[in-house]
């Protein structure tokens, strides 16, 4: 009903630079916030960024002043990621929250795409 696909993963030396996007299908509403989650091996799923309504931002503490969140009026999300760092490697997944459906029968959605893999190494 809601499907998220990101794209722009992949191998990148440390100091290099990402951009991720993710785009949203389906009988979308409304999306209030979009966010870019994280999973390294063995590791929780952590917030990295989140962008509510147009321009209110979320950053975590380990990627301030390094990404970006952004987003356009076609249901997409992007994050740019700059100096990267052997830590920053997981697979990345975008997260919508809004609501979805036709007005007489209206539901709230929280969907999660199934990820792009980021690997920052030499």
């Known amino acids: 009903q809601v499907q998220l696909v990101e794209s722009g993963g992949g191998l990148v030396q440390p100091g290099g630079s990402l951009r991720l996007s993710c785009t949203a299908s389906?009988?979308?509403?409304?999306?209030?916030?979009l966010g870019w989650y994280r999973q390294a091996p063995g590791k929780e799923r952590e917030l990295v960024a989140a962008i509510t309504g147009g321009t209110t931002t979320n950053y975590a503490d380990f990627v301030k002043g390094r990404f970006t969140i952004s987003r356009d009026n076609a249901k997409n999300t992007y994050l740019q990621m700059n100096s990267l760092k052997p830590e920053d490697t997981a697979v990345y997944y975008c997260?919508?929250?809004?609501?979805?459906?036709?007005?007489?029968?209206?539901?709230?959605?929280?969907?999660w795409g199934q990820g792009t893999q980021v690997t920052v190494s030499s």
């Open positions: 389906g009988r979308i509403r409304y999306i209030n916030t």
């Open positions: 997260n919508a929250k809004g609501q979805f459906g036709p007005v007489e029968r209206t539901y709230e959605f929280d969907s």
